[in-house]
């Protein structure tokens, strides 16, 4: 009789599980068209980007390098750059990541995929056109803000209809527990079109008066990076990490507390931009504590995604999204820390206006966020295209080239700018001197980039390889078939 | 004392942005979300990615581990 019930449920369990694996396998097959358009459409501007990004870094230490042709001149083209990579690459990477999180955790199938689409579209083509005016010279004064007034309209309405439908999808969730990255994705997608659409109209369309410009514009600069790229990129840490696993996260209860810890800081840090700046000090010091306090959030998911991985550490390097997603969780860790430093009014005297402020930006957009991004991008794209990546070197060398790039640029900007910023309080140097004692430090950020460029290439063939590669049923990464075990210790 | 109408316009935002955090977090509460925090970290997992299974490798190399 024993043996007859227990034959009975494990019939049972088969049924069930062959329920729900064409449920994820239908989840994931209706994401397949718009998450492809947006990681593809993600990587050409990544391209665009880091071709900007060598001619703007080469251009500050060989200025005679590049011909002498107006567009081509450092102004335009770190814009060009910082505009491609934060809304070419990092948002259509978002929309690509984000949806496919959310759409999977909510277990239910894509809904209006034409409206994900055509905004996309319009967002892609809006981006086109804005980075065109800016090689033109019509970009405009403001970091962060500098593609042309005309373009904004049409990228805060397609940026609204992703928003719209990420709540949309949200709505029709078949699971009723929402999952920690969820709460980010949903927040990020509240949070940026209320930033995006606040900063357009008070810094570009109906300027408020003096300061309050600069209060506005540094508040959306910093919010952009902490309410919108950060989330998601910690929405994904938070996802594959213990997916990959197959391991729960340490701590749950830690988890939401990052979350609304994370909501309640993040958004007063940016004035600590302005530190030094003609504007009130109370507004100032609220700055400083926020970004202090930001150290909370910080510390409780550091500790969440250290005790989920350890004891596991030798998994980080059998697993290409493990391995690039664990870089980018340690640096989100160690670049807040710094930011949280930096945001002190004795260090800030020595750091800001000095290229260490460069330093700590691409710590955090690039060694955390891009990072995560690619990790994702591993995890997504065979279970899109139902076939592996073809090729184990490829992704080993896209990691050694990035890794080791982005690690000498930090350092190497972050040393380079310090002494720039001793050098620049100390009135016996003149300021030719401090300038010209920059350009070894410029030429190790060329060299970084270089490195990286050629993981982005690595990376780029990879991803042209896999499409045009044969289908591969029930590899290592697909789902797990009958009687498959994995031996996890 | 002059009030510029960007005044008006930012309290009523900055109001509506508090009301609807206080909204969610009232939300997260009642729904309970707080609650039962064993399940929510064990809610990514399905029958088709279980718990306990590793889930990606480099290509060609499952094999290794699996020894």
Redesign the interface.
């Known amino acids: 009789m024993i043996s007859t019930t227990s034959g009975t449920i494990v019939i049972e369990n088969e049924v069930e599980s062959v329920k729900t694996k064409l449920k994820l396998a239908e989840i994931d097959a209706s994401m397949r068209f718009p998450v492809i358009f947006f990681i593809t459409s993600a990587l050409v501007w990544l391209g665009i980007g880091t071709t900007f990004a060598l001619i703007a870094s080469i251009s500050l230490h060989a200025s005679h390098f590049f011909p002498n042709w107006e567009w081509l001149t450092f102004g335009r083209v770190r814009s060009a750059h910082l505009n491609a990579m934060a809304f070419g690459w990092g948002n259509n990477i978002v929309f690509a990541v984000a949806m496919w999180m959310m759409v999977r955790l909510c277990q239910t199938k894509l809904r209006f995929p034409w409206l994900m689409i055509t905004a996309g579209i319009f967002w892609n083509i809006a981006l086109i056109v804005g980075i065109a005016g800016i090689l033109l010279g019509q970009l405009t004064s403001v970091e962060w803000l500098e593609m042309p007034r005309y373009v904004s309209p049409i990228l805060g309405l397609s940026y609204t209809m992703i928003a719209i439908w990420g709540i949309v999808s949200f709505l029709y969730r078949e699971n009723s527990h929402v999952y920690v990255s969820q709460w980010y994705i949903l927040a990020a997608l509240f949070w940026f079109p209320w930033i995006y659409i606040a900063v357009q109209t008070m810094v570009i369309w109906f300027p408020a008066r003096g300061t309050v410009q600069s209060i506005t514009n540094w508040w959306f600069g910093h919010n952009a990076l902490g309410l919108w790229y950060t989330p998601i990129g910690v929405a994904a840490a938070y996802y594959l990490i213990p997916k990959v696993l197959g391991r729960p996260i340490y701590s749950y209860y830690l988890s939401a507390l990052g979350f609304w810890t994370l909501a309640l800081f993040y958004n007063w840090a940016g004035v600590h931009h302005l530190i030094g700046g003609p504007i009130p000090v109370w507004l100032i010091s609220s700055g400083i504590v926020a970004s202090v306090m930001m150290v909370i959030p910080v510390v409780v998911t550091a500790i969440n995604h250290h005790l989920t991985v350890v004891g596991f550490f030798d998994h980080v390097w059998h697993s290409p999204t493990l391995r690039f997603v664990v870089f980018g969780a340690m640096s989100y860790t160690l670049a807040s820390f710094l930011g949280s430093a930096m945001a002190l009014r004795e260090v800030n005297v020595v750091s800001h206006f000095t290229h260490a402020t460069v330093a700590h930006a691409h710590h955090g957009i690039y060694a955390f966020f891009t990072m995560v991004m690619f990790g994702s991008i591993y995890y997504i794209m065979p279970r899109m295209l139902k076939r592996e990546w073809p090729s184990a070197l490829l992704i080993s060398l896209h990691f050694w080239f990035v890794a080791v790039g982005i690690t000498l640029y930090v350092l190497g900007l972050t040393i380079g700018g310090w002494i720039q910023g001793l050098e620049m309080n100390n009135s016996q140097i003149a300021f030719i001197e401090t300038v010209k004692h920059t350009i070894p430090w410029l030429i190790s950020r060329s060299v970084a980039g270089s490195l990286m460029a050629i993981g982005h290439i690595c990376f780029f063939i990879h991803f042209l390889w896999m499409f045009m590669s044969k289908k591969t049923a029930g590899g290592p990464t697909l789902f797990k078939r009958a009687g498959e075990e994995v031996a996890v210790k | 004392m002059e009030l510029?109408p960007?005044v008006l316009v930012m309290i009523s935002?900055g109001v509506l942005?508090f009301t609807?955090?206080i909204l969610a977090?009232y939300w997260c509460t009642k729904?309970g979300?707080?609650k039962d925090?064993?399940?929510?970290?064990?809610?990514?997992?399905?029958?088709?990615?279980?718990?306990?299974?590793?889930?990606?490798?480099?290509?060609?190399?499952?094999e290794k581990?699996?020894?």
């Not at chain 2, 064990?42 to 290509?59: K, L, N, V, Y």
């Open positions: 510029s960007y935002l942005f609807s955090a977090l729904t979300q707080f925090f064993e399940r929510g970290a064990r809610s990514i997992f399905t029958a088709e990615e279980p718990e306990g299974m590793q889930t990606d490798f480099f290509p060609g190399k499952k581990i699996k020894k």
